[in-house]
T-cell receptor, first 111, second 113 residues
Framework: NAGVTQTPKFRVLKTGQSMTLLCAQD?????MYWYRQDPGMGLRLIHY???????AKGEVPDGYNVSRLKKQNFLLGLESAAPSQTSVYFC??????????FGEGSRLTVL | AQSVTQLGSHVSVSEGALVLLRCNYS??????LFWYVQYPNQGLQLLLK??????LVKGINGFEAEFKKSETSFHLTKPSAHMSDAAEYFC???????????FGQGTILTVHP
């Protein structure tokens, strides 16, 4: 059982480039989330989805877009990367009981 | 709105000693409370959670936490630390039954031989 899988695991971008992070879950969870983790700041919610075809903004949505075209996938896009977006990105999914299941993270560096 | 404050960004204990990681929360609705652990270069794993009912919650690896509404606290404890407990621990709160969680800043636990 793979759980939550994130690709890619590492990426280096130049300022202004675009990229997409892919999250896939095989647990049939309705809810999916994208968080970013920065030292001393814990995890901050970027965007989330409560079901296929739905998305909503979290705490720090600026500079990011998301899509949930299929229930099992949740994509996070950066249209024009900035050095402030250097971070570790975590995808998570949850059933209705509130427990989050996390992927292993995607480490992004923007030069 | 919810918020979480973890007291102490670093905690150091000796192997076999009591582990106490402090968490205080703020929530405008009855909270759902969680503790997660993160080992280096890995994602977060759930240690335990409080939703409703018994205020003393037992989790994996011998950890437990007590929900104290009057103190708005959810401190994490373990009677005897093990070297394998060294990791970063995150407290989180949600105001809903699904996991739109707000996380604290994290506490790095170091265990000395």
């Amino acid at each position: 059982n793979a759980g939550v899988t994130q690709t890619p695991k590492f990426r280096v971008l130049k300022t202004g480039q675009s990229m997409t992070l892919l999250c896939a879950q095989d647990m049939n969870h309705e809810y999916m989330y994208w968080y970013r983790q920065d030292p001393g700041m814990g995890l901050r919610l970027i965007h989330y989805s409560v079901g296929e075809g739905t998305t909503a903004k979290g705490e720090v949505p600026d500079g990011y877009n998301v899509s949930r075209l299929k229930k099992q996938n949740f994509l996070l896009g950066l249209e024009s990367a900035a050095p402030s977006q250097t971070s570790v990105y975590f995808c998570a999914s949850s059933p209705t009981t509130g427990e989050l299941f996390f992927g292993e993270g995607s480490r992004l560096t923007v030069l | 709105a919810q918020s979480v404050t973890q007291l102490g960004s670093h905690v150091s204990v000796s192997e076999g000693a009591l582990v106490l990681l402090r968490c205080n929360y703020s929530s405008s609705v009855p909270p759902y409370l969680f503790w997660y652990v993160q080992y280096p270069n890995q994602g977060l794993q759930l240690l335990l959670k409080y939703t409703t009912g018994a205020t003393l919650v037992k989790g994996i690896n011998g950890f437990e936490a007590e929900f104290k509404k009057s103190e708005t606290s959810f401190h994490l404890t373990k009677p005897s630390a093990h070297m394998s407990d060294a990791a970063e621990y995150f407290c989180a709160v949600s105001g809903t039954s699904y996991g739109k969680l707000t996380f604290g800043q994290g506490t790095i636990l170091t265990v000395h031989p």
